[in-house]
Each structure stands twice: as structure tokens, then as C-alpha cells.
């Protein structure tokens, strides 16, 4: 797609000039502040190649002759002749609205841009595109996409010239001038010495790898969430990662991360941070031990696998049951020690009341079915 150069947007240069302006009153000028919200400048002139972009692929949709590419030029004009009268028009539209209807009508400049660009778009639709299912179709969705992509290759409205007229939308419609600077002094020195502590002015973040640019008044905001900011371990360990990397660090290397104790299958479910699972493993062979045992010896009672957890930690030596890493390795050494301890025999007492519980749930079941 070649676009005529003589038909482009003149560039604008964004750097910040004292506008000098007259105000009518015994000759008194006045030094206007021409910064703004950098950020949302710069969103506005993002929605600009899609509107384009939607209002050249359905005007040119079901033509023979005619592609998106050649009406470009020609339709780039008359949108920003369009949204800059709109905006002009803005103030008095928004109240007169506002005295004879109940709608909402969002104040955000880039709700309200975005909408007279919408507006344009959808005046531009030909007969073919208004009578079919042309708008509701994928295959529209994906004309529009590509022809976005196709301008961006070719350079064909660069991005400070959308931005340039974004600034001049946003001070049209920005009438509670919440979005840009509407400080003004008497002298060009009083506007210096303002524009370098001015909420609006442009910053650049400092964190390595981001490039993101925003007004100072975001400044905090931007560094609650910026990617690229080294922050402490959300887990508390001893490092300090990049924000982005986060998930990853806590989720694969982080020493404080939570894992289950390796005698999780035989009922250890307590989650441990990595770094102390060899201290959890020599703090808790008693358990691990029991565990262990309700396994092997099945239906004993835990008051006589209790004394047979004592015989074996009496039994073994060396840390030979606090080296057992897992439940394969500690059954391998219960069992070694089991041989030199001889038979294992419960206590017949236990047994007995064992026996009598059972047999009284048991007989609480049945009465429960008679009845």
C-alpha cells in the first residue's frame, strides 16, 4: 500500500512549548501548561488504526475495483476532520444531552474518542456492508486485522502523528481537565519552573528492560505493577526477583516453596517449604514412624504400634531411622530392626478392647437397620 506523502498528517513535535495566549484582559498574557496524560495519549492514538482500518475495509467490502489500500488516504482525512469537529463540538453536545435524556454518557476522553471514531466508521459502510451479514462475519474480522497489520509495515500513519492529534482531542473533550494540564502563569519563567514538578510531565520508567512511558502522577501506579521492578520473594526467601519472573521463581527454584513430605502417601500430609524438608524429616521420625506401621501391621492398635515405634528408635543406631528419606527406604530399616527385635505381638488387653469396640459399632449398625 503506498500513501501519498503529500496527503499525510503533518508530523507534530510533542516536546512541551509555552503557549502564549492573550487573554483579553488590559493586554495581560498568559502562559498556558500544554502537558497531559502521556498514557492515555498514547491509548487514544492506538485506536485510530483500527477505526481506519474498519471504515476502508467496509467501504471498499464486495467491490470489484476498489481495495482498503485505496481509499486510505482519502478516508484518514476526512475521520480526523471528522473526530477533531466532533470534539469540538463535545462541550455543548454533552450538555444538552445531559438536559434531555436519562443515558449515562461516559466523560473519559478515550470512551469518548473511541466512540467518534466508531461513529465515522460506521458512516462509511457501503450498501453491501449495511444489507448482509457482512458485519457479524469472521472474514471481516480478519480483513480488518490484516489491513492494520499491512499499515503498520508500510509506516503509513506513524504513530507520533496519531498522537499529535490525540493531544488535540483530549483537550477538547477533557473539560473537567482531569487528563491534561490547565495551569496557566503570567511570565514564561513562572511556566519553567512549573512544567519541572508538573503532575502531567513525562516520565520514563527506570526499571531495566521497561520502556513504558507515563505522566509522573502515575509514577507510583506504574512501579505497584511494572513487570521489570525487582521486588523481594513473595515467599519470603532470601532473594530478590524480577516482578514478571514471580510465578515462575516461587512455582520451580524457590527454597521457601511448598512441597509434600515424602511420607505423604502413608499419611504425612503437612505441606513443608523445600529448604526444611531434611529438618522436618529428622524432627518427625516418630510420626513417619507410626505412619509406617499402621501400614505394615494393619488392624493393631495405635496404643501397641506406639511402644513398638519406642522399641524400634531404641533399637536403631546411628540415625539409622533419621537417614530413611522416604517410605520405601524407612519400611526397608523398620523391617531390618523388626528382625532383631523378633515377632511382633501386640498386647492381648488392647486386643481385647479393639475387639469389644468393633464388635459395638457393629451392633450399633444393625440396630440402626431393624429400625
Known amino acids: 500500500m503506498q500513501a501519498s506523502s503529500g496527503m499525510d498528517i503533518p508530523a507534530t513535535n510533542t516536546e512541551h512549548k509555552p503557549e502564549k495566549i492573550e487573554d483579553g484582559k488590559e493586554g495581560v498574557s498568559l502562559f498556558h501548561c500544554n502537558l497531559y496524560d502521556t498514557e492515555l495519549v498514547h491509548k487514544i492514538a492506538q485506536a485510530f488504526l483500527p477505526g481506519i482500518a474498519t471504515?476502508?475495509?467496509?467501504?471498499?467490502?464486495?467491490?470489484?475495483?476498489k481495495t482498503p489500500a485505496s481509499v486510505a488516504v482519502e478516508l484518514r482525512k476526512e475521520m480526523v476532520?471528522?473526530?477533531?469537529?466532533?470534539?469540538?463540538?463535545?462541550?455543548?453536545?454533552?450538555?444538552?444531552?445531559?438536559?434531555?435524556?436519562?443515558?449515562e454518557v461516559s466523560d473519559h476522553p478515550y470512551d469518548i474518542i473511541s466512540d467518534f471514531v466508531d461513529d465515522f466508521a460506521s458512516l462509511k459502510r457501503n450498501l453491501f456492508s449495511r444489507v448482509s451479514g457482512?458485519?457479524?462475519?469472521?472474514?471481516?474480522?480478519?480483513?480488518?486485522?490484516?489491513?492494520?497489520?499491512?499499515m503498520e509495515i508500510n509506516g503509513f500513519w506513524l504513530n507520533d502523528k496519531r498522537e499529535a492529534i490525540a493531544q488535540a482531542l483530549l483537550k477538547n473533550v477533557d473539560f473537567k481537565n482531569k487528563y491534561h494540564c490547565s495551569m496557566k502563569f503570567d511570565s514564561a519563567e513562572e511556566l519553567a519552573e512549573h512544567v519541572g514538578s508538573c503532575g502531567f510531565r513525562s516520565m520514563t520508567c527506570e526499571n531495566e528492560g521497561c520502556n513504558a512511558m507515563f505522566s509522573s502522577r502515575h509514577r507510583e501506579k506504574h512501579d505497584s505493577g511494572c513487570p521489570f521492578k525487582i521486588i523481594p520473594c513473595e515467599q519470603k526467601c532470601s532473594e530478590s526477583i524480577m516482578r514478571r519472573e514471580m510465578d515462575r521463581h516461587c512455582i520451580t527454584v524457590c527454597p521457601m516453596r511448598l512441597v509434600s513430605c515424602p511420607f505423604y502417601s502413608v499419611g504425612c500430609q503437612s505441606p513443608i517449604p523445600h529448604s526444611m524438608l531434611e529438618q522436618h524429616r529428622s524432627s518427625a521420625v516418630h510420626s513417619h514412624l507410626l505412619y509406617v506401621l499402621r501400614n505394615i501391621h494393619k488392624k493393631t492398635s495405635d496404643d501397641d504400634l506406639k511402644q513398638r515405634v519406642d522399641q524400634l528408635e531404641k533399637e536403631s543406631s546411628s540415625g539409622q531411622l533419621e537417614k530413611a528419606r522416604d517410605v520405601r527406604s524407612l519400611i526397608s530399616v523398620v523391617k531390618d530392626l523388626e528382625t532383631k527385635l523378633g515377632p511382633f505381638k501386640p498386647n492381648r488387653e488392647n486386643k481385647n478392647k479393639e475387639d469389644t469396640a468393633e464388635t459395638l459399632n457393629l451392633a450399633g449398625e444393625l440396630e440402626k437397620a431393624e429400625k
Do not use: P
Open 55 to 65: 471504515a476502508c475495509v467496509d467501504n471498499t467490502s464486495g467491490e470489484i475495483f
Open 134 to 150: 457482512w458485519l457479524l462475519s469472521e472474514k471481516r474480522e480478519d480483513k480488518i486485522d490484516d489491513f492494520v497489520q499491512e
Open 81 to 103: 476532520d471528522y473526530i477533531t469537529q466532533r470534539s469540538e463540538n463535545f462541550v455543548a453536545e454533552t450538555f444538552i444531552l445531559e438536559g434531555g435524556t436519562d443515558v
